[in-house]
């Protein structure tokens, strides 16, 4: 029987250490300002400050400490989550093939940055394999194999997958990478800071006024800017347009300690939804990383279901030593299948980069390309296919009316729930629910001191409520993907502000 010996916490933040870039302390002035310090907003930085541009970046929490530091670590050129097979469907051969390209050139460009750079993040070139686990699953993976071909994405149809179980046909991409996130864009950090950069920590962004130039406002200081560029994830504050096409997922991933011999190598299953491997190591020795559990952030009642899917999951296929990690990401699947990056028509001097689903790290290196060349008033072709406004009725309508009905339901149905407890003493201590008192619902946490925070159950971005999130302990919003702490303290998605104190 496994043992689980970490508290949750991800393998990268237990092997690095917090950067300490100062806080934003006054009011200036550059040519572009950037939200948010992870992969997107400092490889778009990065290719800016090549080319002589003076850029700000803002970050509310410490540098990489988003989706960056959170996530699995996989570099591939494979789609995982909206496969070739859909996007040359929807999109035709030579957008698919300009998508390919991008996802390849991707990890060439962190490899190129990690050399340029001297970064020592664990960079390794490997195989990846995307395998039939069950004999009804081998006829999509041939066409997913005919449709990566299409992509001219480099790729092989061979027998099995090197793994200590039976699998059934495999697709294997070559040149393929792992490496420590964290570290990389912490290297990237470092550099852009050495230039002569303005990079600020913990400084919370609470709107930016639009014009000929725009204000970002912070707690402490703005910043003036000709360009603004939101590397958040997804777009803080109200963009209605860009939500609407947004689904908000959460993925869960734990580290594992095992008795047998796998191949270094990227793993993905085809189950719905998949699984995904990987080894590293910490100061223990070898780990072994699985994810997989994905759902929409916000609906599942008891989240810690989902950590013990995935212990069943490594129990069932591999000799388990022990559980050291778990931990989980947040990702944003855009209705098309395709990421939203360039300026948005609402506000042109705005850009975002959004909708990366599971293919953040690779999305945010190139969005950081894309963008930047488009501040410069450098042709890009790859912009085209990935710009906010794109209009791809057929691709979009299923996803766009399944999200909307979705938040429909939520903003009104989470309203006429009945509340989960009725006084204050039925909640244990750490956790959360939804409180009835004096006749309203309050969002309510019982700390392991027994005091009780009470905050509005709305969430401040859009206005649907709030559910506790066990396993995580935060109050999550299903609508969009607002998230908080215990407390109320906003930790990610679009809301910039954090859920209402209530006086007890």
């Known amino acids: 029987m496994s043992v689980v010996t970490h508290r949750s916490e991800s393998i990268w933040t237990h092997k690095a250490k917090e950067t300490t870039f100062p806080q934003l302390k006054e009011n200036i002035t550059v040519d572009v300002a950037i939200v948010g310090a992870g992969i997107t907003g400092l490889s778009t930085a990065s290719y800016l400050m090549n080319r002589g541009l003076k850029v700000a970046i803002v970050e509310a929490n410490h540098v990489g400490y988003g989706v960056s530091g959170f996530n699995s670590g996989h570099l591939t050129s494979m789609l995982l989550d909206m496969k070739y097979s859909s996007i040359h469907h929807d999109f035709g051969t030579e957008k698919t093939q300009l998508v390919g390209q991008c996802q390849v050139d991707a990890i060439n460009m962190i490899e190129a940055n990690i050399r340029q750079y001297g970064m020592d993040c664990e960079f390794k070139r490997i195989p990846g394999f995307l395998y039939a686990e069950q004999p009804d699953q081998v006829k999509a993976l041939e066409k997913e194999f005919n449709a990566t071909q299409q992509a001219n994405v480099p790729c092989e149809l061979i027998d099995h997958a090197p793994l200590p179980f039976n699998t059934h ?9 792992r490496f420590h996130p964290l570290k990389y864009v912490q290297g990237l950090a470092q550099a852009v800071a050495a230039q002569d950069e303005l990079l600020f920590e913990n400084t919370h962004v609470v709107g930016i006024d639009q014009g000929e130039q725009c204000v970002v406002k912070t707690r402490s200081g703005t910043i003036t800017a000709n360009k603004v560029v939101l590397g958040t994830h997804t777009p803080i504050g109200l963009w209605p347009s860009i939500q609407t096409r947004l689904e908000p997922i959460r993925s869960y991933i734990i580290g594992v300690r095992v008795n047998d011999i796998i191949a270094d190598g990227l793993y993905w299953d085809m189950d719905e939804p998949y ?18 559990e994905d759902h929409k952030t916000g609906e599942k009642e008891d989240t810690a279901t989902c950590f013990k899917g995935l212990e069943e999951y490594a129990h069932r296929h591999y000799d388990v030593r022990s559980i050291d990690y778990h931990w ?3 990702l944003y699947d855009p209705v098309d299948g395709l990421p939203y990056i360039g300026p948005t028509q609402a506000a042109p001097n705005v850009y975002i980069a959004t909708g990366f689903t599971g293919e953040g790290l690779t999305g945010g290196t190139y969005a950081g390309k894309i963008i930047a060349d488009a501040i410069l008033g450098v042709d890009n072709a790859w912009a085209a296919v990935y710009r906010p406004d794109r209009v791809k009725p057929l691709a979009s309508a299923a996803g766009f009316i399944s999200e909307n009905v979705g938040t429909v339901a939520h903003f009104v149905g989470d309203r006429l729930k009945p509340s989960e407890a009725q006084t204050e003493a039925e909640i244990p201590a750490g956790k959360g629910c939804i409180l009835m008192k004096e006749g309203k619902k309050v969002a309510a946490y019982k700390d392991e001191s027994g005091k009780v925070h009470l905050m509005s159950p709305v969430c401040t971005h859009m206005g649907c409520h709030v559910n506790w999130n066990n396993a995580e302990k935060s109050w999550d919003c299903p609508c969009h993907g607002g998230r908080y702490d215990a407390t109320g303290h906003v930790i990610d998605g679009p809301p910039v502000k954090n859920l209402d104190k209530i006086e007890g």
């Not at 046909?169 to 990478?177: D, G, S, T, V, W």
């Open 169 to 177: 046909k495999a697709i294997l991409l070559p040149e393929q990478a």
């Open 275 to 292: 699984h995904y491997m990987r080894l590293t190591e910490d100061e223990n020795g070898p780990l072994l990383i699985i994810g997989g």
């Open 328 to 330: 989980s990401a947040q």
